[in-house]
């Protein structure tokens, strides 16, 4: 069976659960297993958009009840996701993860009783429900003799986050605050054994993202080739083959009912949970998406599954104003369905838009 670029965009979508309403806030984040998560911000509107009818302020009450939590569970990259998705992401990936950092750290000064004094910093300093904002957590690192400058801090913090010590737990005025993830969210589930737990990532990533190749799913948990199939295999018939390389799970939403425009932030999972993006992204317009070939992904705006341009944001006073910058014109019928987009970001924020089409470059 051939399966076409439209039919995969429509699959994806449906799988992705965009402007598909039904979902609480920490329902649409399971569903996906994680969310790409670098920018607050930005994750805040990547869950909005998948649980139609919250709000901001519904999404930070999340983190803020401990139903969700912001940590580096592979990529080096933070993502949010349940706290028992992250520890089960990280017992596949933290130990690739520190190998990756080891020279780095090595290049840092951060040895092993370096990390022990941090551990007791860290722990001393948020246990008891306490939380931190990075930079005073930083301060409590000076007073224990270790100098958080030149991105040791941060990369101490990440190290950490790996031995699922510490993750980002409620929002604070800038940011999120950091607390002890056992205390901050316990839990009662014995860790899966590991096929268990590559049956459930497998299952997780395709839930929220097939069809997919065995590529795409290695490239975005970064496990070896043999890993994804050994979670196929014990996914057994969960998992369908849709030849060309894609496999997607028997059991997987219907493509009706999705909105056609979507307005999208960036480093979204539409675009990012995949190695090869071509179905969603034309090649000619990366560039637009990802000026630079930098890393850093601009939100998009998205008819009919393609992605057609991009879109920014300026909130003010009395109301929020939204402009689109297409890549090439667009018929009258795209720009209701991305208006129409716009005004699902305007309730999310709960401020009134003001739609505008800049012209296309």
């Keep these: 069976m051939t399966t076409t670029r439209a039919q995969l965009r429509a699959m994806r979508l449906a799988a992705q659960g965009v402007a598909v309403p039904g979902l609480a806030p920490a329902e649409a984040v399971d569903r996906m297993l994680a969310v790409q998560g670098q920018d607050l911000g930005q994750v805040l509107w990547a869950i909005g958009v998948r649980s139609p009818g919250s709000t901001r302020d519904d999404v930070r009450a999340a983190f803020d009840r401990g139903e969700l939590v ?8 933070l993502h949010a996701m349940r706290p028992d998705d992250l520890r089960l992401l990280l017992s596949l990936t933290a130990e690739r993860t520190v190998r990756s950092i080891a020279r780095r750290a090595a290049e840092l000064g ?14 001393g300093a948020l246990s008891g429900g306490r939380t931190l904002v990075r930079d005073d957590l930083f301060a409590v690192y000076r007073d224990a003799g270790i100098d958080p400058t030149a991105g040791r801090g941060y990369h101490v913090l990440v190290r950490l986050a790996q031995e699922g010590l510490v993750a980002w737990g409620p929002t604070a005025r800038v940011g999120q605050g950091l607390v002890l993830l056992d205390e901050w969210a316990p839990t009662a589930s014995a860790p899966p054994d590991r096929d268990e737990a590559l049956r459930r990532v497998l299952v997780g990533y395709l839930r929220g993202r097939g069809p997919a190749t065995e ?6 948990t970064k496990l070896p080739l043999g890993d994804v199939r050994q979670g196929r295999a014990a996914a057994g018939d969960a998992v369908e083959d849709l030849g060309d390389g894609l496999v997607a799970l028997a059991d997987r939403p219907a493509t009706g009912g999705v909105p056609t425009g979507h307005l999208l932030p960036g480093f979204d999972e539409y675009l990012l949970g995949y190695a090869d993006r071509s179905a969603q992204l ?6 637009r998406v990802v000026p630079g070939g930098n890393g850093m992904f601009l939100a998009m705006a998205v008819v009919r599954g393609r992605v057609v341009g991009t879109w920014t944001r300026m909130e003010r006073s009395r109301d929020v104003r939204v402009t689109v910058t297409p890549f090439e014109p667009l018929d009258a019928a795209s720009v209701r369905a991305l208006e129409a987009a716009a005004a699902r970001f305007g309730a999310f924020l709960g401020a009134p838009v003001v739609f505008d089409i800049a012209h296309s470059a």
Excluded: C, F, K, N
Excluded at 215 to 220: K, M, P, V, Y
Excluded at 282 to 287: H, M, S
């Design 110 to 123: 951060i040895d092993d009783p370096l990390l022990a004094r941090a551990r007791d910093a860290t722990v």
């Design 215 to 220: 590529t795409d799913a290695a490239a975005w």
């Design 70 to 77: 912001r940590s580096w569970p592979m990529r080096g990259t």
């Design 282 to 287: 034309d090649p000619a317009y990366a560039e």
